[in-house]
């Protein structure tokens, strides 16, 4: 049996259980073998039946002394009943409807059961255990994640089957890397995986697949960087940028220049560019995406400057005319809501080569769009762009310069793996005047404290941000209690204020005139669920409040924070929390003290691991199986080493023919652009 085999060279998995398998991502023995237990059933270490913690989940070794007939208790529900003792007490076992589980306990022989146990007119009750017999007790069972059609003893067994069959499982990792990182085997791993010794068994072997996750994603981006160091792209040595410089309303920052040197740097190579920049909402990037437009321009080339969304769009398309325009630069914008009339007309200008900026949201890169001679490709917010449009775009152009812009400060051990084929730029630096958002952290109880504090602001006639509570993770809950908390602020001080709900089941359109009147000062008040539309500029808004702060991570805190703060006046943070259990505190206490979105991402990372950032809402990349919340910074900054040493002594790979492998398999499924 091979690795690559199919899954249903497996006894028992037919076409029809296959489909269940692949529901669960399961196409191959290999991926099966690779499929992570969501928990482990420990059986290692039972309790005396006299020790048992009521209200627990607790493990017993006890023999099965008497069995009662099943009981009727009521239509639909039968209950089957047995007493187990050792020598130190007895305990009721019952379980409900499940007579198969029942019928295989013995009168007589010992078992090992683990299950949650009661205290029922003080007796110990314990409820639908697992139970193994304690001759055969394997020490610790997985748990799968199961899905209809696949019972979790199917699975086990068909994992021990691919195991047996599979054999011992070639390693792809030299042993000096292995030794340097203390790693076990991939074959080890893969077994402890799904039946460790014990508790501690596991962790080695996640640790180990997560390595192998991590390293083989860094591996692949630097091959996918090395490719592409072969690619031709426009050389654009012309122009002389101090022509733009000057004509800005402000002087730059020092960290603004230094990252347009990089990029014109970038530029003038014949190699693309792929270049990363990252800087704190409000930091200027937009400044510096216009120096590179005006660069390709001064070069003959367009460029092609893409927006999450449609206000956004709108609102560079104003602020790149404003600074290109004087220059010469025809700038153009192209967005869904045009008429197909006007979008046909902008369409044959941008093809006609008369347009040099081309600013629009994702129906830029629909088909019948067609450049003159892009040679540049500005995403913003890229993150929120699907892997499928940012490949169209590409190739749209013949080998474009890319430029990406986040407002997401990512440490950067967890840069190099989330754009390990980027090169990054960062703008650590606020423009000179910015005031400090001033934060405070409060429980709930000072609520109608905090909605003053909202209404002072409104007085004086700024507008106001309020996070709704979050319910769960719960899409069906979410428009039902954001309406009826935007209903219970009309109870309140700011009543009187126009509001107006913003929330994640909203279309594209309603949320962007949502956005519009707020924009445009009719709303005064923004309720919104947890996303606030990334990037929009509303200056006159001074105040946000955010409930159930402590459901947020520190980044996401302050990407929120960062939507006042942008008019150059004083500016509010409220953060609610009705949980003020003491690390929350701790958390809300470095969001109320540090306000450069770095340092708090780096205490994000410690405090959480990699998790947050690699939600797949941030990163676009594919979720983790083994990395995602378990990585720390440590696994972090090893995993880039191994890769860089892997390279170092074999520039392509070759070397190392297995991993080399795996590495092309990653690049296949997420596709090239959508390793950036
Ligand atoms: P972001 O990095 O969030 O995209 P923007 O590019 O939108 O930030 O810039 C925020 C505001 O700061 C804009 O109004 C912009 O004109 C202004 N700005 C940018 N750079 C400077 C600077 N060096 N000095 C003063 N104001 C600046
Ligand atoms: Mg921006």
Known sequence: MELNDKITVLKGIGEKRASAYEKLGLKTVGDLLLYPPRTYTDFTSPVPVNEIVPEEQNLVRVRIITKSNAQRIRRGLVLYKAVGEDSTGKLNIVFYNNRFSFDKLEVGMIYRLSGRVNLKNRHFEMNSPEFQSDESAAPVIPRYPLTEGLTAQALMSSVREALDGVGDIPEILPDHIRFEYKL???????????????????????????????????????????????????????????????????????????????????????????????????????????????????????????????????????????????????????????????????????????????????????????????????????????????????????????????????????????????????????????????????????????????????????????????????????????????QMLHNTVIGKYKTALLHGRMSGEQKDSVMTAFKSGEVKVLVSTTVIEVGVDVPNATIIMIESAERFGLSQLHQLRGRVGRGGGHSACILLTDNPTEEVRERLRIMSKTSDGFDIAEEDLKMRGAGDFFGTRQSGLPPFKFAGLSADTRLLSETSAAAQQLFEKSPDLSEYPLLLRRVEAVTETNGEEGMN
């Open 184 to 486: 076990c085997t991939l074959d080890w791993a893969v077994k402890n995986l799904h039946f460790p010794k014990d508790a501690a068994s596991v962790e080695i072997s996640r640790k180990r697949l997560a390595f192998d996750e991590l390293v083989t994603l860094q591996c692949a981006m630097k091959l996918l960087r090395l490719k592409r160091s072969f690619d031709d792209a426009p050389s654009m040595g012309k122009g002389d940028i101090q022509t733009y410089l000057s004509s800005l309303p402000f002087e730059l920052t020092g960290a603004q220049q230094r990252c347009i040197n990089e990029i014109l740097s970038d530029m003038k190579k014949s190699t693309p560019m792929n270049r990363l920049v990252q800087g704190d909402v409000g930091s200027g990037k937009t400044a510096v995406a216009a120096a590179a437009c005006f660069t390709a321009y001064e070069n003959g080339y367009q460029s092609a400057f893409m927006a999450p969304t449609e206000i956004l769009a709108t609102q560079h398309f104003n602020t790149l005319s404003s600074f290109l325009t004087p220059l010469g630069v025809k700038v153009t914008l192209l967005t869904g809501s045009m008429t197909t009339k006007q979008k046909k007309e902008v369409r044959e200008v941008i093809a006609a080569g008369e347009a040099d900026v081309i600013i629009g949201t994702h129906s830029l890169i629909s088909d019948s769009t067609s450049f003159f001679r892009l040679g540049l490709i500005i995403t913003d917010e890229q993150h929120r762009f699907g892997v499928e449009q940012r490949k169209v775009l590409a190739q749209k152009g013949e080998h474009p310069h890319k430029l990406v812009m986040s407002a997401t400060p990512i440490p950067r051990t967890l840069a190099l793996i989330m754009y390990g084929d980027l090169d990054i730029s960062v703008i650590n630096e606020m423009p000179r005047g910015r005031q400090k958002t001033e934060t405070f952290a409060v429980t709930g109880k000072l609520r109608e404290r905090a909605l003053s504090y909202v209404e002072k602001e409104l007085a004086a006639g700024h507008q106001a941000y309020i996070v709704c509570p979050m319910i769960e993770q719960n899409p069906e809950m979410e428009v039902q209690s954001a309406t009826e908390y935007e």
